[in-house]
């Protein structure tokens, strides 16, 4: 099979991000301002309904620095799924772990995937992705994303990019990991994306107060 551009660009960028944190092993881990479990407990007129531990088993393989796993809920609207994971560094074995593999493990089988363009609340237009997922009869909506340094990504390889490019200028590796989901009820998936939207279009700019720019 011929290797496309995309694989090539691939490879150079995950050769580069190899040799980059070699040579940076150093470096202090940067915390964020506040324990994650501070997060603000009403989001779009959603309010905090129940806060979740993960599994021991779960947190040692993904190993993040501070997480929050938090369902929140609104009359009329429904409850929504809020996932933070934070990473103070990923120069050790703690790395963002993408939910485009962790979903599949989990058990969910993705119908939609894409891409979309969200406007949040404070103006910005950032890239998100976008996905509808299965399991058995259970169906959900997706909005996954990363955060560092004031920048919203939604590609791999472009995050991976940036982390190269932070350790060299910054010698930081924080970032973190954003994921929304919404049950779709009904089939209604234009319901569970509106309130996916609402969410998200205030939580990214909460993140950017919380963990360091």
């Given at each position: ?135 058995g009869l259970d169906e959900q909506l997706v909005l996954y994303w990363y955060q560092s ?28 990991l954003i994921r929304i989901t919404a049950p779709v009820v009904a089939g209604d998936e ?24």
């Amino acid at each position: 099979m011929k290797a496309t551009p995309r694989y090539w660009i691939m490879i150079v960028v995950l050769g580069v991000a190899a040799c980059g944190m070699a040579m940076l092993s150093h470096g202090e881990a940067t915390p964020p301002a506040l324990p994650l479990a501070q997060f603000p407990k009403q989001i779009a007129g959603f309010s905090d309904m129940a806060d979740y531990t993960l599994d021991k088993d779960v947190l040692a393989v993904l190993q993040p620095s501070d997480y929050l796993s938090r369902v929140y809920f609104q009359p009329g609207f429904g409850e929504i799924g809020f996932y933070l994971a934070y990473f103070a560094t990923q120069r050790t074995n703690a790395s963002i772990h993408s939910p485009k593999n962790c979903l599949p493990g989990a058990g969910w089988q993705p119908e939609q995937s894409a891409i979309i363009t969200l406007e949040l609340d404070d103006g910005r237009k950032v890239p998100v992705n976008y996905y509808v997922i299965r399991k058995g009869l259970d169906e959900q909506l997706v909005l996954y994303w990363y955060q560092s340094h004031g920048r919203v990504i939604a590609n791999e390889y472009i995050g991976r990019f940036y982390l190269v490019y932070d350790a060299l200028r910054l010698n930081r590796t924080d970032a973190a990991l954003i994921r929304i989901t919404a049950p779709v009820v009904a089939g209604d998936e234009d319901g569970a994306k509106k309130r996916a939207f609402m969410f998200a279009k205030q939580v990214a700019s909460d993140v950017d107060k919380i963990i360091p720019r």
